[in-house]
Every structure is written in C-alpha cells, then in structure tokens.
C-alpha cells in the first residue's frame, strides 16, 4: 500500500522569497518520488524525480527536493519565487510498475 | 522526445451516451494508465493495464468502463453510458521497462451534459 500527505493545501509566499511545499509518503516498498505542477486548466508536467539515486534532487525552473527515508518526506523548495510559479503542486509516489498515488495537492499563491 | 498523446482534447457529451477516449502511448513502453481529476480535485488512478489485461483497478472503475489495446499502438477507455459526474480531466499515462516513471498525456476534458 502506499500514501501521499501534502501537508498544506495553500501555500502563499511573497515573489522573490523562499518556496517551501511539503510531502511525506508511506510505502511498503522503495518508492518512487515525483512532483508535478500543474496551471489552470492545463496538464500535468514533472517538475523533478526519484527514482533511487541521488537523495537531492534538481529539477526544472529552480525547484529541488531531497528524499529522506528516515522522515519519509520529500519536501519541494525553491530559492526565490516567481509569479509564474503559481500554481497547484502534487506529490506522488509510485512503486515499479504500479500505479501513480497524487496527494491532494498544494495551491501555491505568489504575491507581487 | 516522444510524448504520449490524447484525443480529443475536450469531448461533450450527452448524458447517457457512449464515449472513448483515445491514448497513444509513447511507442515502447509496456504498461499503460488511465487516470482522471474531477475539476478542482486531485488525480485518481482508475486502471492499469499491462500484457493486453488490467492489471489492477479501482473502485471508480466500474462496469461502466472498459480498455482495449485494439492495435499495437492505441490505448482507449470507454464509458458506455455517461453520467454527470463522470465528467472530469481524463489522463493516459504509460511506463517502458527500465524508467519507473510513467509518462502522462496532456488529458482530455471529458464534460457531461
């Protein structure tokens, strides 16, 4: 079995601040971690992976997330953000074959 | 890079009627996906299907639906007699062998009149 948990369903951060989108999984076996951002009436796009390799992980537009077993969380970040990154972020896991388990998802509002 | 692709991008319908939607996943890849987001909520896995069989399901995925691989390159739902709240973003997703991760579709509106 496995869950996703977005601990916040709206975040808002000033433009040029810090973004931070929280996540903690559980899964019985070892997962596969990914973040999506997805626009207004638009698709879904992969803003990073893990896939069992590097714990950090870099991704597009400035956002990394580190995977840490022992929290079981996989927590988004960005530097600095920017207008065009709000947005609806999801979290989800999935184990090799299997499906893809979305959490809720996070509504990140960036204010001028 | 090779993409998988959806048709049509948004299909009304009548409420009762029949309809299919189209996927065609990247050329390679073995195992497919469909999922849906009802508007303002969060993605649902619906069915996986994997060697011409679905290999798992979920509760939403009644007898109303179906998939078929009909030639070796489309992936199609059906929903043989639509409801109301069928209406939502349906997604396609297919995995290959090697990369565990699945690769989605940019979806198709599927609205329910």
């Known amino acids: 079995a496995q869950s996703v948990t977005q601990l916040d369903s709206h975040v808002s951060v000033s433009e040029g601040t810090p973004v931070l989108l929280r996540c903690n999984y559980s899964?019985?076996?070892?997962?596969?971690l990914f973040w999506y951002v997805q626009h207004p009436n638009k698709g879904l796009q992969l803003l990073l992976k893990?896939?069992?390799?590097?714990?950090l992980v870099k991704g597009i537009n400035g956002f990394e997330a580190e995977f840490k077993k022992s929290e079981t969380s996989f927590h988004l970040t960005k530097p600095s953000a920017h207008m065009s990154d709000a947005a609806e972020y999801f979290c989800?896991?999935?184990?090799?074959?299997?499906?893809?388990?979305f959490g809720d998802g996070t509504t990140l509002t960036v204010k001028p | 890079e090779p993409e998988v692709t959806q048709t049509p991008s948004h299909q009304v319908t009548q409420m009762g009627q029949e309809v299919i939607l189209r996927c065609v996943p990247i050329?390679?890849?073995?195992?497919f996906y469909w999922y849906r987001q009802i508007l303002g909520q969060k993605v649902e896995f619906l069915v996986s299907?994997?060697?011409?069989?679905?290999?798992?399901k979920s509760e939403i995925f009644d007898d109303q639906f179906s998939v078929e691989r009909p030639d070796g390159s489309n992936f199609t739902l059906k929903i043989r007699s639509t409801k109301l709240e069928d209406s939502a973003m349906y997604f396609c997703?297919?995995?290959?062998?090697?990369?565990?991760?699945?690769?989605f579709g940019p979806g198709t509106r599927l609205t329910v009149l």
């Open positions: 997703a297919s995995k290959g062998w090697a990369r565990n991760e699945q690769f």
């Open positions: 893990y896939t069992s390799a590097a714990t």
């Open positions: 050329s390679n890849h073995l195992y």
């Open positions: 899964s019985s076996y070892s997962p596969s």
């Open positions: 299907f994997y060697n011409n069989e679905i290999s798992e």
């Open positions: 989800v896991v999935s184990v090799s074959a299997g499906k893809s388990t």
